[in-house]
């Protein structure tokens, strides 16, 4: 079974308009962490926003939020007023407590449109 | 403050010759990671370091692929004899150990094309 999975491949979004990109993970441990990173054109991973299991509130970093639903095991991220140097792939990702490696998905391309 | 540096950021080769990537991680990190991204199979943990010490190797494809750390501040991913299918882009990334908290920092990736 896929420990992360991003059921949307792909996603276009208007301009300014808000984007939710889903993201589901699996996992028996207890302590885990909830990653997503951003990787444009040019190809570098760029880290954007962290969540832990035992966090009660939800991160947020800027425009980006994830919205944690522990018992759903859903850690979507929320791009509010996209922009169009939104446009990129998103890569949902996970550290459980017992590994140093994080798992990552398969990812979603966001394309914002002007 | 320096981020993870990788070299060389293209390499083009001939089948069959080796292939030597380098890594330099951020000064302080204890974790260092070996990926692979392709279109096909996305990105792929190959292998990954604790204090210079391979940890889990489950992820290189095969024994043409090998790697080390033979200290803190350096790794290379070599690959002998390299193929066609080994092309992809290979990104060195490094994190602190201890905990789940702790983001990977990736570096600007090889781009490899074997002809």
């Known amino acids: 079974a896929q420990k992360i999975t991003q059921t949307q491949p792909g996603m276009f979004v208007q301009e300014k308009e808000a984007v939710t990109l889903d993201c589901t993970y699996d996992?028996?441990?207890?302590?885990?962490?909830l990653f997503w990173y951003k990787q444009p054109s040019s190809g570098e991973m760029i880290f954007l926003i962290y969540q832990g299991s035992y966090d009660e509130q939800n991160a947020t970093e800027g425009r980006y939020s994830l919205n944690f639903q522990k018992a759903r095991k859903s850690a979507n991220l929320v791009i509010s007023a996209s922009q169009l140097g939104d446009s990129a792939m998103y890569f949902c990702a996970m550290r459980e407590g017992r590994d140093d490696k994080i798992i990552f998905g398969k990812g979603t391309r966001l394309h914002i449109l002007p | 403050d320096a981020g993870v540096i990788q070299s060389p950021r293209h390499e083009v080769t001939e089948m069959g010759q080796e292939v030597t990537l380098r890594c330099k991680p951020i000064?302080?990190?204890?974790?260092l990671f070996w990926y692979r991204q392709t279109m096909m199979r996305g990105l792929e943990l190959l292998i990954y370091f604790n204090n210079n010490v391979p940890i889990d190797d489950s992820g290189m494809p095969e024994d043409r692929f090998s790697a080390k750390m033979p200290n803190a501040s350096f790794s290379t991913l070599k690959i002998q004899p390299s193929e066609p299918r080994d092309s992809a882009v290979y990104f060195c990334?490094?994190?602190?150990?201890?905990?789940?908290?702790?983001?990977?920092?990736f570096g600007p990736g090889t781009r490899l094309t074997v002809t």
């Open positions: 990334a490094s994190s602190p150990i201890a905990g789940v908290s702790y983001e990977q920092y």
């Open positions: 996992t028996s441990d207890q302590s885990y962490g």
């Open positions: 000064s302080g990190h204890n974790s």
